[in-house]
């Protein structure tokens, strides 16, 4: 077991400091390096920098300069006192450094007492004391939300919304893009480019009329208003239709000969061999209805429907935001996705369908 | 057992006519091969006769009822693809297997009846493998057995070798034929080769541009060509073909080409001045002394395979000529020859290609 893990050690070592060959660094692999750490930093940064400022308190967020790691200061019972004092690092006139905890602020004085003498009072300039802070994390960011307000409910109905969506745009757009990749008739071009065409409207213009017809067909304030509307994306048909395309016609004709009806065609052949990008599909459907905003916004105007971006659109009041909760529940709303990519990537590969011909 | 029959089937895409009127008969537990050279429509004929293509005119018969409108589903025939077409996420067995579970045959009988075709073509311990891990010749057992399994009315194979390499291909070709005669089923075969319809076939139907050029057993067809094409087509190497003028020769007729003259005997349809094609074999020229050649050549290239000799030459007027001769030959480049041509296998053709004699007699 050991050994396993110091070979891994070793590679991913390796791989981290691998270079184009020679004994030395090259100036490419430098410059490859800090271009790479750049990009990670880009890309990884403001992920990392919400994930910790997930954990700092609301008076943490507003402290500028911003500290990277969510601290908290030192509190101290002192006898004499009701509440924790909080500490602090001070620099005395004579040029020691005390420990003190302060009593109470007035103006630029602090009044300071030694918690191990809580008897004698300092009075201290507030510019020559320091908190003295560690390392705390504000768990109560992620507990509270999920205590007292429904955010279980709204995680439950991203949940659904997310699973059902992604399984009928999966099914209906693989339909669509059967017809279309299949079979040859007249117009097939055509169709496609007006499905294609259909991108090129942006939302806001169907807003009203989508609404209407979701209005007329009772579905305000269910989750079907927000999974069926938009199951069937050109997006869909089109990734889905091209690579159906790269399906050697041999496989069809041959199942067409093994005397396979169309639907098991589709359902036994085309689709397993698609699997690439459906899971390409799938991924894009579950970050789009999991990020879907504006359009849940409209026709979800009950709180026990809300989706989990309509309820963290909760913690945003018209003067206050309450930033502590919001940034915490975007890490809890970045999970599910997160977790999808994961497990999806290894999908993302083609050359399955090529694999078993010559 | 199943006769299949083509009556004058049209296919044309939009205004390019491919295929311009075939009849054909194949009948039952026949081997027939089609062949011919690239782009002549011997695989659009055959996927025609699947069903994979729809005929722009005329009919395709199978056991007596018309097809045309019977989708490739429900015409009860099997194909083997030229690049196999295997379903790459199944394993070998369910390959098999899929096409009776399509007609929805009871679990117990398609597991026998695949185990049975997979230890007739040796590949059962392959069974649970996906192809992508088979060697050519396995995917192409695995194709056959596919193919097998459904107990089809006839079977299609569609250039089912032109994949694996020369040696393969040969003890392929052999199963293949010990296959039909075990199986004894109607079999209709597409190849661009003339040696594997040549060993393989009951009956060869030359494809030429969309016309069927001759129809006949490997040999009539090696014997008695129709016309030049076939001629040309089956043998290898190819006859040579050579245009000559034909001349009085006191008493006799004689070809004239070049500086040659071939003095030939007196035959119904020819007459001088008219210009024709012969042809004679590789086989059937042989080298001979200075006097009794017909053709006195130089010699260009010669290749010595050991058991056998070929010797490709040129004369004045002439086209390279090849010349077989088995066993080895001390015959060298730029060395002179006297040819001699075998007049009872050499054959005369008119201007249009058409054949006037196949073997003058003697």
């Not at chain 2, 040549?198 to 030359?206: D, G, H, P, Q, S």
Request: proline share 5%.
């Amino acid at each position: 077991m050991a050994g396993t893990s110091t070979m891994n050690d070793r590679s991913v070592t390796r791989f981290l400091t691998a270079r184009r060959g020679g004994a030395s660094m090259h100036w490419t692999d430098v410059f490859s390096y800090i271009y790479l750490a750049l990009g990670v930093a880009l890309m990884f940064g403001p992920v990392v920098w919400l994930a910790l400022s997930s954990f700092k308190t609301p008076a943490g967020l507003q402290e500028f300069p911003p500290t990277l790691l969510p601290l908290g200061q030192i509190e101290r019972q002192v006898e004499g006192y009701d509440d924790p004092l909080p500490m602090f690092e001070v620099t005395m006139e004579d040029g020691s450094v005390r420990e003190l905890a302060q009593v109470r602020r007035i103006g630029i004085i602090a009044q300071m007492v030694d918690p191990d003498d809580p008897g004698e009072t300092i009075k201290v300039p507030i510019a020559n004391r320091k908190p003295i802070r560690e390392f705390r994390v504000a768990w109560e960011n992620y507990t509270k939300p999920l205590e007292r307000f429904n955010f279980l409910t709204y995680l439950n109905n991203s949940v659904i919304v997310t699973t059902a969506a992604t399984l009928v745009t999966l099914l209906i757009n693989s339909m669509a893009a059967f017809g279309l990749a299949i079979y040859e008739f007249r117009g097939r071009s055509a169709v496609m480019l007006f499905v294609i065409g259909t991108l090129m409207i942006p939302i806001t213009i169907i807003l009203v009329p989508a609404y209407l017809v979701v209005t007329q067909l009772g579905m305000v304030n269910s989750l079907w208003a927000v999974i069926l509307p938009g199951a069937a994306t050109p997006t869909g048909v089109f990734l889905l239709r091209q690579y159906m395309l790269t399906i050697p016609r041999d496989l069809i004709e041959a199942a067409r000969m093994d005397k396979a009806s169309e639907w098991s065609i589709y359902w036994r052949i085309v689709l397993p061999l698609s699997l690439p990008a459906i899971a390409v599909l799938a991924i894009f459907s579950v970050m789009w209805r999991w990020n879907d905003f504006l359009w849940p916004l409209i026709v979800l105007n009950r709180s026990e429907v809300y989706t989990l971006q309509i309820g963290l659109n909760a913690f945003q009041g018209e003067l206050d935001v309450q930033w502590h909760y919001v940034l915490a529940m975007t890490v809890v709303a970045l999970i599910p996705v997160t977790l999808v990519f994961a497990f999806l990537q290894r999908f993302i590969t083609t050359g399955i369908a090529s694999s078993g011909m010559k | 057992m199943t006769e299949i029959r083509l009556n004058n089937v049209l296919k044309s895409y939009g205004q390019v006519e491919v295929i311009h009127g075939i009849d054909l008969h194949v009948e039952s537990g026949e081997f027939v091969v089609f062949v011919g050279p690239s782009g002549c429509g011997k695989s659009t004929l055959l996927r025609i006769i699947a069903g994979l293509e729809k005929v722009s005119g005329g009919d395709v018969v199978i056991d007596g009822d018309v097809v045309n409108a019977i989708p490739a589903s429900e015409r009860g025939l099997a194909m083997v693809f030229q690049s196999y077409a295997l379903y790459p996420h199944m394993s070998v067995y369910k390959n098999m297997a899929f096409g009776l579970e399509n007609s929805r045959m009871p679990r117990s009988e398609i597991e026998s009846r695949v185990n049975d075709a997979a230890a007739m073509l040796q590949i059962t311990p392959y069974l649970n493998r996906r192809p992508k891990a088979l060697s050519g010749g396995q995917r192409q057992r695995v194709a056959i057995g596919r193919a097998i399994v459904r107990d089809p009315k006839a079977f299609l194979f569609d250039e089912p070798l032109s994949n694996l390499d020369a040696e393969l291909r040969v003890a392929m070709r052999k199963e293949l034929a010990a296959l039909h005669a075990k199986l004894g089923g109607t079999m209709i075969y597409v190849t661009h080769d003339q040696i594997e319809a040549m060993t393989l076939a009951n009956k060869i139907v030359v494809l030429n541009a969309g016309r069927v050029e001759q129809i006949g057993a490997p040999l009539d067809l090696y014997n008695a060509p129709i016309n030049t094409f076939v001629a040309g087509f089956i043998g290898s190497p190819r006859m040579n073909l050579i245009e000559a003028e034909v001349v009085g020769d006191d008493g006799g007729v004689a070809l004239q080409v070049g500086g040659q003259r071939i003095a030939i005997p007196a035959q119904e349809g020819i007459a001088p001045g008219q210009k024709v094609t012969f042809g004679a074999r590789p086989e059937h020229m042989a080298i001979v002394g200075e006097g009794e050649g017909d053709i006195t050549a130089s010699v260009d290239l010669t290749e010595q395979l050991g058991g056998e000799t070929y010797v490709y030459c040129t004369a004045d007027g002439l086209p390279q000529l090849t010349v077989h001769q088995v066993g080895q030959l001390p015959v060298h480049r730029g060395e002179t020859v006297h040819l001699r041509l075998n007049r009872s296998s050499m054959h005369l053709f008119a201007a249009d290609g058409g054949v006037i004699v196949n073997g003058f007699k003697a």
